[in-house]
C-alpha cells in the first residue's frame, strides 16, 4: 500500500484488469492498476503495470511470495 506515503488519499485507486493463471501450489496474477492523487494542490495520475505470485501456504490460504511493478 505504497499510496499511503502520498500527502492525500488516493480519490479512484482501482484495478483496471488482471487475469489469473497457475496450478494449485502457484498462481500468477498479470494486471494493471490506476490511481488518480493530490500531489502540490496538482492531480496526478499512476498507472502501473503489474505481476503477483501468490504461493498457497500449509494452512490453505494464499499469500503473495513474489510482486513485481512497472
Do not use: C, H, M, N
Request: a negative charge; proline letters at 4%.
Amino acid at each position: 500500500q505504497a499510496w499511503k506515503a502520498l500527502e492525500s488519499p488516493p480519490r479512484t485507486p482501482q484495478g483496471i484488469g488482471f487475469k489469473l493463471e497457475g496450478l494449485s501450489e502457484l498462481v500468477f496474477q498479470l494486471g494493471r492498476s490506476e490511481l488518480t492523487f493530490e500531489r502540490d494542490g496538482q492531480s496526478q495520475q499512476s498507472i502501473v503495470d503489474f505481476l503477483l505470485v501468490w504461493k498457497k501456504e500449509e494452512d490453505g490460504q494464499y499469500r503473495i511470495f513474489l510482486d513485481i511493478y512497472d
